[in-house]
Every structure is written in structure tokens, then in C-alpha cells.
């Protein structure tokens, strides 16, 4: 049985709306979302785009948090100095 995702609104849970249909709904009450399909309620329009921006602002991120870190301490060592410790 393949998992279904959570709701692309809210993260609620996904329930069968019937048994005996491929009918699905939100658990969550203040969510009205509801398809009719299984197909539907997995689809994520642009999902692989913004995993992939993710994935480039993540090693941006990594990539510059080194040269951050050696900002701060320069700005630290430089207020010190004015300070006269």
C-alpha cells in the first residue's frame, strides 16, 4: 500500500473519506480539503522545484556561515580594541 502524504494545507493526516471509494479528506476539521483521488491528494505542483531551492539556499547557507563566523569574531576583536581591553 503506498503511504499517502500529510495535507499539502495543514500537515493534517489524510483519511479515507469512504471505505469503498478512493475518496480522500483532511483529518484535520478546520481543513476542508478533499479529492477524489489518490493521485490528487499526493500531487505536489512544484514540489521538486522547491526541494531543489531548498537543497541550494541549504549549501549556500553552509558555504557562508565559515566566513560569518570569522566577521564576527574580527568585529568582537575590533570592539574589543576600542574598548581598551
Request: glycine share 6%; hydrophobic share 35%.
Amino acid at each position: 500500500m503506498i503511504e499517502l502524504k500529510p495535507c499539502p494545507f495543514c500537515g493534517g493526516k489524510a483519511l479515507h473519506k469512504h471505505k469503498d471509494s478512493e475518496k480522500y479528506k483532511c483529518s484535520n476539521i478546520n481543513c476542508d480539503l478533499s479529492t477524489d483521488w489518490f493521485e490528487n491528494w499526493n500531487t505536489r505542483p512544484g514540489e521538486e522545484r522547491v526541494e531543489r531551492a531548498l537543497e541550494v539556499a541549504i549549501r549556500t547557507i553552509k558555504n557562508v556561515t565559515p566566513f560569518l563566523n570569522e566577521y564576527r569574531i574580527a568585529l568582537s576583536d575590533i570592539g574589543a580594541m576600542l574598548k581598551g581591553e
